[in-house]
Protein backbone atom coordinates (compact mmCIF):
# COMPACT_ATOMS: atom_id res chain seq x y z
CA UNK A 1 0.00 0.00 0.00
CA UNK A 2 1.61 3.28 -0.85
CA UNK A 3 2.65 5.30 2.25
CA UNK A 4 0.03 8.27 1.82
CA UNK A 5 -2.99 5.99 1.54
CA UNK A 6 -2.82 5.20 4.89
CA UNK A 7 -4.66 8.49 5.82
CA UNK A 8 -7.78 7.22 4.44
CA UNK A 9 -7.59 3.59 5.85
CA UNK A 10 -7.78 3.01 9.74
CA UNK A 11 -7.82 -0.65 11.04
CA UNK A 12 -8.77 -1.76 7.75
CA UNK A 13 -11.55 0.47 6.80
CA UNK A 14 -12.48 3.65 5.53
CA UNK A 15 -11.67 6.35 7.65
CA UNK A 16 -13.25 9.41 5.74
CA UNK A 17 -16.05 8.89 3.60
CA UNK A 18 -15.81 12.00 1.42
CA UNK A 19 -12.59 13.20 -0.06
CA UNK A 20 -11.99 16.30 -2.28
CA UNK A 21 -11.45 15.91 -5.81
CA UNK A 22 -7.65 16.80 -5.38
CA UNK A 23 -6.73 14.96 -2.70
CA UNK A 24 -7.89 11.83 -4.71
CA UNK A 25 -6.08 12.54 -7.91
CA UNK A 26 -2.65 12.65 -5.61
CA UNK A 27 -3.75 9.21 -4.19
CA UNK A 28 -4.54 7.84 -6.85
CA UNK A 29 -1.63 9.05 -8.98
CA UNK A 30 -3.59 11.22 -11.78
CA UNK A 31 -4.25 14.91 -12.52
CA UNK A 32 -7.11 16.54 -11.07
CA UNK A 33 -8.67 17.57 -14.46
CA UNK A 34 -8.48 13.85 -15.16
CA UNK A 35 -10.74 13.38 -11.96
CA UNK A 36 -12.98 16.15 -12.85
CA UNK A 37 -13.92 14.08 -15.89
CA UNK A 38 -14.47 11.10 -14.63
CA UNK A 39 -16.75 12.78 -12.38
CA UNK A 40 -18.93 14.68 -14.94
CA UNK A 41 -18.98 11.76 -16.87
CA UNK A 42 -20.21 9.43 -14.09
CA UNK A 43 -17.53 7.14 -13.32
CA UNK A 44 -17.01 8.47 -10.07
CA UNK A 45 -19.88 8.36 -7.52
CA UNK A 46 -20.32 11.86 -6.43
CA UNK A 47 -21.35 13.90 -3.30
CA UNK A 48 -22.58 17.24 -4.03
CA UNK A 49 -22.94 19.52 -0.90
CA UNK A 50 -25.23 22.47 -2.09
CA UNK A 51 -24.34 25.64 0.15
CA UNK A 52 -27.18 28.01 2.01
CA UNK A 53 -26.38 31.01 0.55
CA UNK A 54 -27.53 31.42 -2.88
CA UNK A 55 -24.94 32.41 -5.33
CA UNK A 56 -22.42 30.00 -4.20
CA UNK A 57 -21.44 27.18 -6.11
CA UNK A 58 -22.18 23.51 -5.23
CA UNK A 59 -18.78 21.62 -3.95
CA UNK A 60 -18.34 18.09 -5.25
CA UNK A 61 -16.58 15.38 -3.51
CA UNK A 62 -15.60 11.43 -4.50
CA UNK A 63 -17.99 9.33 -2.71
CA UNK A 64 -15.46 6.80 -1.28
CA UNK A 65 -18.08 4.56 0.58
CA UNK A 66 -20.15 4.39 -2.75
CA UNK A 67 -16.57 3.53 -4.36
CA UNK A 68 -15.62 1.24 -2.28
CA UNK A 69 -18.89 -0.57 -2.80
CA UNK A 70 -19.09 -0.46 -6.46
CA UNK A 71 -15.95 -2.12 -6.47
CA UNK A 72 -16.94 -4.51 -4.15
CA UNK A 73 -19.64 -5.55 -6.29
CA UNK A 74 -17.70 -6.08 -9.09
CA UNK A 75 -15.38 -7.93 -7.70
CA UNK A 76 -18.00 -10.34 -6.25
CA UNK A 77 -19.32 -10.42 -10.04
CA UNK A 78 -15.71 -10.80 -11.41
CA UNK A 79 -15.63 -8.33 -13.71
CA UNK A 80 -12.56 -6.30 -11.81
CA UNK A 81 -9.73 -8.45 -10.54
CA UNK A 82 -8.07 -7.32 -7.59
Given at each position: MKKD???IFKDGC???????PSEYA??????????????DRG????FTLTPPAPGKRPTRYINL???Y???K?????????A
Amino acid sequence: MKKDMISIFKDGCLAVPLMRPSEYARHVGVTPAAVAGQMDRGELPVFTLTPPAPGKRPTRYINLVALYELCKDLADEGRVVA
